[in-house]
């Protein structure tokens, strides 16, 4: 069954930089997208970013557009999410997932459409001022 296991959480200071790996088992891309989720105690899961296979595309929320950057290594079969200029209001659990295949439709929907059914577990970015 498909995997995926995120790495790279922890606490900065504002104005920090982590980077989020998302590694995938068992899963092929293949015309998916692979989404970056987070949420925060006492709030709604929120869309961050999310990259399609197909053409490369990527979308960002616009609280992050600009200061996140989603990737992929397809030799690793690994996604990433470079986060710069961290702030408190970024502090939240962040959460990978991944669509079936041959889901464009992900890459025009919003960032927190229900077409992702792969989940990773989790990893907590703390940010404090």
């Known amino acids: 069954q498909v995997q995926l296991v995120e790495s790279g959480g922890g606490s900065v200071q504002a104005g920090g930089s982590l980077t989020l790996s998302c590694t995938a088992s068992r899963y092929t891309f293949s015309a998916s997208c692979m989404g970056w989720f987070r949420q925060a105690p006492g709030k709604e899961r929120e869309g961050v970013a999310l990259?399609?296979?197909?053409?490369?595309?990527?979308r960002y929320a616009d609280s992050v557009k600009g200061r996140f950057t989603v990737s992929r290594d397809k030799a690793k079969n690994t996604v990433y999410l470079q986060m710069n200029g961290l702030q408190p209001e970024d502090t939240a659990m962040y959460y990978c997932?991944?669509?079936?295949?041959?889901?464009?439709?992900?890459?025009?929907?919003?960032?927190?459409?229900?077409?992702?059914?792969?989940w990773g577990q989790g990893t907590q970015v703390t940010v404090s001022s």
């Open positions: 997932a991944a669509t079936p295949p041959y889901t464009s439709r992900c890459l025009y929907r919003p960032l927190d459409s229900d077409d992702y059914t792969y």
């Open positions: 990259i399609y296979d197909y053409n490369h595309s990527t």
